[in-house]
Antibody
Framework: EVQLLESGGGLVQPGGSLRLSCAAS????????MSWVRQAPGKGLEWVSA????????YYADSVKGRFTISRDNSKNTLYLQMNSLRAEDTAVYYC??????????????????WGQGTTVTVSS | QSVLTQPPSVSGAPGQRVTISCTGS?????????VHWYQQLPGTAPKLLIY???NRPSGVPDRFSGSKSGTSASLAITGLQAEDEADYYC???????????FGTGTKVTVL
């Protein structure tokens, strides 16, 4: 069964850092692009970042560029999101999502076909 | 704010047909980029419902259908069921923002 399991969320003070993880199972992890998508409380979905299957290409929303870093360890079947300089507006449920293609550009045609259950990040003093 | 606009809510009685619009612009839907639709049941993660404008992943009932024309796309649900009560989001790519964008979301209520 294809599964994604996020972890690493929690309460952090403004300006702090947090690293999210997404453990993948049931598919050849390195063959697929991955994304992080977040949802603020009571709000809609916001795409945050994406990475190619090899990890060689990364993309970010302007709202997180320069503060967040997406990476992956294909030997561990794990996706990461390093979040620095956190702000109150980063408070959200963070989902990892798989694309059915290797390159991020392919998401334009196929969307994101598997999602994790999410991990909650709260930025507050 | 999102560049893809959806109605905040739509409703219908069981068995009826409802449609959800997703209005974009010349830099996203109008530029030819595909539209995908996601269903988010209360308290759960989103689920891919339609990809590439009109394609259903395996396991998605054929009561759900998608279409695209010009700068807009639509999701139709025929034979509305109580289990269809959820939030629905469209998603596409925007070439001016150079990123993936989601719609504002629509809550479907089954009366």
């Amino acid at each position: 069964e294809v599964q994604l399991l996020e972890s690493g969320g929690g309460l952090v003070q403004p300006g702090g850092s947090l690293r999210l993880s997404c453990a993948a199972s049931g598919f050849t992890f390195s063959s697929y692009a991955m994304s992080w998508v977040r949802q603020a409380p009571g709000k809609g979905l916001e795409w945050v970042s994406a990475i190619s299957g090899s990890g060689g290409s990364t993309y970010y929303a302007d709202s997180v560029k320069g503060r967040f870093t997406i990476s992956r360890d294909n030997s561990k079947n794990t996706l990461y999101l390093q979040m620095n300089s956190l702000r109150a507006e980063d408070t959200a449920v963070y989902y990892c999502a798989k694309a059915p293609v290797r390159e991020v550009a392919g998401m334009r045609y196929y969307g994101m076909d598997v999602w994790g259950q999410g991990t909650t990040v709260t930025v507050s003093s | 704010q999102s560049v893809l606009t959806q109605p905040p809510s739509v409703s219908g009685a069981p068995g009826q047909r409802v449609t959800i619009s997703c209005t974009g612009s010349s830099s996203n839907i109008g530029a030819g980029y595909d539209v995908h639709w996601y269903q988010q049941l209360p308290g759960t993660a989103p689920k891919l419902l339609i990809y590439g404008n009109s394609n259903r992943p395996s396991g998605v009932p054929d009561r759900f259908s998608g279409s695209k024309s010009g700068t807009s796309a639509s999701l139709a649900i025929t034979g509305l069921q109580a289990e269809d009560e959820a939030d629905y989001y469209c998603q596409s790519y925007d070439s001016s923002l150079i990123l993936y964008v989601f719609g504002t979301g629509t809550k479907v209520t089954v009366l």
